[in-house]
C-alpha cells in the first residue's frame, strides 16, 4: 500500500516526495513526462532572496527555506551520488545611482535584524571585486551572502535517484493510491482555473541561455534585471524572459537574443563565451504570486503543491517539509497567504 501519490516530478513535487519519505511514509511520483521535464528541467538555477525590507510571511518562509537548502542538497548528493550543483556564493548587484545607494545602505541595517545575523547585505567596491564585478555607474555594488545557485536539471535528477534509493518509485503512470499531492506545474494551474469562476494561475514562458565559461567559484551577478550564474561544471547560465503570451512553449527566439546582448554588456567576460544551449520553459504562476500550498480545493482528500514561478527551488526545502507536516500529520504550518484560497 502506498500512503502518498505525488503527481509531478519537479522541484515542488519530488521534495515533497523527498520530506514524506524521510518520515517513514510509503510514497511513489507519478509524472507522465518525466523527472524535471518541465520547467523544473530549467539551466538557471538563482536561488535568490527577497530584499531584507518590508517583512511579510514569504520573505521569512524563503529566509528559512534558503537557510535550509544547504544541509538539504548536500543530504541529497550524499545519498544519490549525484551532483545538485548548489553552492552559496552569494550575489552582486551594481547599484545605479545615488538613490539606488541610499535604498541600498537601509538595506544593510535592515538585513542586520531581519537576516538574523545569518546573512549580510553589504555594499562593495567594483574595483576590489575585479573582473568579475558587473559594470556599476556608481562604481559599487551590492553584494549579499544569502543568494545560493542550483543546476536545476542536475539537482532534480540528484533528488529522483535519492528518492528511489529510498524506495520510492517514480513512474509515468499508476494508480493514486494514499494521500495525493498535486505537484503539476502551470498545466496544474490551468486545471485549477477551468474549475473556477476566475484564473487561479497561469504559466509564465522564460527563455534562458548557457555559456561554456569557467567561474565556478565566482558569485552569482543581478544586473539589468538578469540573473547570471556561474555553475559549478563551468558553465554559466543566464536569463530570462517573462512572457505572458506565448504560442510554443520551447521555443527561443530573438528575445532571448536580447538577453545574450543584455548580458554581455554587463559582463564583457560572456562576450567571447560560446553558446552551449538556448533553453526555453513555462514556469507555474499563481495568482497570489506566492507559492500555492495546502488542501486541494477541488479535489477531496488531496493537496495541491504549485506556483513555484521564479523562486521555486530556493523554496523547495521549506515546502516539502510543510507539506509533509500537513499530509501526514494534519499539522497546518502553512502561511495564509500561500494557501489555495489566495489565489481564488
Given at each position: ?77 550524499e545519498v544519490s551520488g549525484l551532483p545538485t550543483g548548489y553552492g552559496r556564493l552569494g550575489r552582486l548587484q551594481p547599484i545605479a545611482d545615488e538613490r539606488a545607494m541610499a535604498l541600498a545602505l537601509q538595506r544593510v541595517e535592515t538585513s542586520k535584524t531581519l537576516w538574523k545575523g545569518l546573512a549580510q547585505w553589504q555594499i562593495l567596491s567594483a574595483e576590489d571585486v575585479g573582473s568579475w564585478a558587473p559594470q556599476s555607474p556608481t562604481g559599487k555594488l551590492i553584494h549579499d551572502t544569502l543568494s545560493a545557485r542550483v543546476h536545476p536539471r542536475l539537482a532534480c535528477h540528484a533528488l529522483a535517484k535519492a528518492l528511489t534509493a529510498n524506495g520510492v518509485s ?175
Amino acid at each position: 500500500m502506498v500512503d502518498v501519490t505525488v503527481m509531478g516530478a519537479g522541484a515542488f513535487g519530488l521534495s515533497v516526495a523527498w520530506a514524506c519519505a524521510k518520515r517513514g511514509a510509503k510514497v511513489q511520483v507519478i509524472d507522465p513526462i518525466g523527472v524535471a521535464a518541465g520547467s523544473s528541467g530549467g539551466i538557471v538555477g538563482a536561488l535568490a532572496p527577497h530584499t531584507p525590507e518590508n517583512w511579510n510571511p514569504k520573505k521569512a518562509f524563503q529566509l528559512e527555506s534558503l537557510l535550509m537548502a544547504e544541509a538539504f542538497w548536500s543530504e541529497i548528493e550524499e545519498v544519490s551520488g549525484l551532483p545538485t550543483g548548489y553552492g552559496r556564493l552569494g550575489r552582486l548587484q551594481p547599484i545605479a545611482d545615488e538613490r539606488a545607494m541610499a535604498l541600498a545602505l537601509q538595506r544593510v541595517e535592515t538585513s542586520k535584524t531581519l537576516w538574523k545575523g545569518l546573512a549580510q547585505w553589504q555594499i562593495l567596491s567594483a574595483e576590489d571585486v575585479g573582473s568579475w564585478a558587473p559594470q556599476s555607474p556608481t562604481g559599487k555594488l551590492i553584494h549579499d551572502t544569502l543568494s545560493a545557485r542550483v543546476h536545476p536539471r542536475l539537482a532534480c535528477h540528484a533528488l529522483a535517484k535519492a528518492l528511489t534509493a529510498n524506495g520510492v518509485s517514480i513512474s509515468p503512470s499508476g494508480r493514486h493510491e494514499g494521500m495525493t499531492v498535486w505537484a503539476t506545474g502551470w498545466e496544474g494551474l490551468k486545471e485549477l482555473s477551468q474549475h473556477h469562476h476566475r484564473m487561479v494561475g497561469n504559466g509564465v514562458k522564460g527563455q534562458a541561455a548557457l555559456f561554456q565559461l569557467d567561474r565556478r567559484n565566482q558569485p552569482q551577478l543581478y544586473a539589468d534585471a538578469l540573473h547570471i550564474i556561474p555553475h559549478a561544471d563551468g558553465t554559466v547560465a543566464l536569463g530570462s524572459t517573462s512572457e505572458r503570451e506565448f504560442d510554443d512553449p520551447s521555443y527561443t527566439d530573438a528575445q532571448l537574443d536580447d538577453v545574450i546582448e543584455r548580458a554581455i554588456k554587463a559582463m564583457p567576460a560572456l562576450a567571447n563565451a560560446p553558446v552551449l544551449e538556448r533553453w526555453a520553459g513555462v514556469r507555474p504562476r499563481a495568482r497570489s504570486r506566492a507559492p500555492m500550498l495546502g488542501v486541494h480545493p477541488f479535489r477531496s482528500g488531496a493537496f495541491v503543491a504549485n506556483g513555484g514561478f521564479k523562486i521555486g527551488f530556493g523554496m523547495a526545502p521549506k515546502v516539502g517539509e510543510v507539506m509533509a507536516d500537513l499530509v501526514l500529520e494534519a499539522k497546518d504550518g502553512i502561511p495564509v497567504d500561500f494557501k489555495p484560497q489566495a489565489s481564488l
